[in-house]
């Protein structure tokens, strides 16, 4: 018998590991074939809640959180070795700005209104980490829009909304993404590997 479950993933769309998990869990859902029926929803959640509107140089960026571009770029390193493994290649070296990310969220929302969301979450990922563009710019909001199909963006957008789902998601106590919530019940943060996330999946379900 098919069991079906809300799965809530908090996540932001210039989080590198929100990508690998995005991957991942499209994997973990895989090898749980039809044991489980998901429905998927996508929360904001800033990394940068404090970031210009207009973003900032990704190198000025980079120096400042972690002290060095070379400790900058040992990491990005780290996580395009682990997106090869998921098929992500990663363009860090071309990667300009670091987006303020909120209009990108408020795209989501608009776009899970109208079921679109995982394509539009994919989009923005494959825009900013391997086709190095500003998802803070308006003409790439929308041009991602168009592709995907979300009528009335950005009028239709609902602001307020989004800052108040934000605002829920820091609530429940969540300071890290990605991050999976199973019915409201449990939670697994990080981007484990899909077998972990299965037996996660499972474990929320009572099966394992």
Known sequence: MTARLEIEI??????????????????????????????????????NPGMPVEGVARVDYRRSKFGSLERGRVLDARVSQEGAQEGIEFAFD?????????????????????????????????AYFEAALDIGDAEVLAALAGRCGVSGWPEAADAA?????????????????????????SALSGAYPPEQLAAAIRQSLGSE
């Open 10 to 47: 908090a996540s932001d769309v210039i989080c590198p590991w929100c990508y690998i998990g995005k991957r991942r869990f499209e994997k973990a859902l895989a090898l749980l074939g039809d044991e489980v029926e998901a429905n998927v929803t996508w929360l904001p959640f800033q990394l």
């Open 94 to 126: 071309r990667m300009q700005r670091t987006p303020n990310t909120l209009a990108a969220h408020r795209l989501i929302d608009l776009a899970q209104a109208q079921e679109r969301a995982d394509a539009v979450v994919m989009a923005l990922f494959s």
């Open 161 to 185: 909304r989004v800052a108040r789902l934000e605002e829920s998601v820091r609530e429940l106590g969540i300071s890290g993404v990605p991050t999976f919530i199973f019915d409201r019940k």
